[in-house]
């Protein structure tokens, strides 16, 4: 529903003061879908998109802000993305550089890189490690930046580390075989130390998680916006929240 101006701020605002601040998510993670659909539907350039793309993240996490979110996870680039065209994916990573150096830069988000920077090239890695330590000491919205993130390789990953961690304790296989349990991979994953999703939006009208968080979002709440992400707008997400809101949510009770 796209109501014409004055009625639209109208909405807007009634929809933001109706928001219940006592159900607002913590923690909520964000498909960036559609980037290259919307140029392509206003005959731009997919650089074009993906720029109209990161230029909708601060407004985003500016929303998050005001209706009390404490962790944002943006999904900006997966493992499977890393196979693109060669030269659509070197504009698509000098892009989200630029991004994350632009967010770094206002020192008002505290970042952190969530991914395999060993996949990336070392100029995008270096960006990422250089915007976590310039906002290590700010006090304000956790964001995590997911850049050559895929879910499986992240599972992976925590049990590697783990496996290392244990290894170099001194422990057996066998030692490691039986006292082996979920909570040693949730404390190596990327986000360790963070709550889970608690809502997880995915823009374009694609309804399916495509790998994000597989192991934190099992108990998220989904909402698939039909907007293309470069179009998504403030009361896009106010309805997210909202229908997040009113529903029970079980946790498998």
Known sequence: MRL??????????????????????????????????WARQLGES????????????????????????????????????????PEELEALLG??????????ATRRWRLQAVG????????????????????????????NVAIGYGGRREIADAVRSYLAERAAEGASLDDIAATFDVEHIADHLYTKGQPDPDLVIRTSGEQRLGGFMLWQSVHSEYYFCEAYWPDFRR???LRAVRDYAARERRHGR
Do not use: C, K, Q
């Open 4 to 37: 014409p101006h004055p009625l639209y701020g109208l909405y807007e605002r009634r929809l933001a003061s109706s928001l219940p601040r006592d159900r607002v998510p913590r923690h909520v993670g964000v498909i960036l879908d559609g980037n290259r659909r």
């Open 46 to 85: 997919t650089a074009t998109g993906h720029r109209r793309g990161a230029d909708r993240i601060s407004d985003l996490l500016g929303w998050g802000e005001e209706v009390g979110v404490e962790v944002v996870t943006l999904w900006m680039l997966s493992t499977d993305n890393l196979t693109r065209d």
């Open 95 to 104: 892009i989200i550089e630029d991004a994350v150096r632009e967010l770094a």
């Open 116 to 143: 395999s920077l060993d996949l990336l090239p070392e100029r995008t890695a270096r960006t990422l490690r250089d915007a976590e330590s310039a906002t290590a000491d700010v006090d304000g919205l956790h964001v």
């Open 235 to 237: 009361v896009d997400f």
